[in-house]
């Protein structure tokens, strides 16, 4: 079975950083794309990073300058560097990858269950 793990999230100092990871694990053949989100109670969950298996990264407006995704294809993992942290960052960040899990079968997109993020004083 295949699973996304996320990881790292926990209360961050308005200014500070906070690392959080993402850990793909089970039958996988190729990870594509990597999304992170983050999503508050009753509202959108909203893109905050792409980064493509070469490893080209998009963000969105409100984080850029301020978080780097990056990924360990050897390992299955992607990580979220939160530097200069705010207290509008505080969310629930979610991962979302697209894997093909054999040679000849199709991509899908996997979600992960989410790492709390609070960033307060």
């Known amino acids: 079975q295949l699973q996304l793990v996320e990881s790292g999230g926990g209360l961050g100092q308005p ?3 906070l690392r959080l990871s993402c850990v793909a694990s089970g039958s996988i053949f190729r990870i594509n794309v990597i999304g992170w989100y983050r999503q508050a109670p009753g509202k959108q969950r909203d893109l905050v990073a792409v980064i493509t298996s070469g490893g080209i990264t998009t963000y969105a407006d409100s984080v850029k300058g301020r978080f780097t995704s990056s990924r360990d294809n050897a390992n299955n993992t992607v ?3 939160m530097n200069s942290l705010k207290p509008e960052d505080t969310d629930v960040y979610y991962c979302n ?3 093909k899990r054999s040679r000849y079968g199709y991509a899908m997109d996997y979600w992960g269950k989410g790492t709390l993020v ?3 004083s």
Do not use: D, K, M, P
Request: aromatic residues 8%; hydrophobic residues 35%; neutral net charge.
């Open 15 to 17: 200014g500070g950083s």
């Open 79 to 81: 990580y979220l560097q």
């Open 118 to 120: 609070t960033v307060s």
């Open 97 to 99: 990858a697209n894997i």
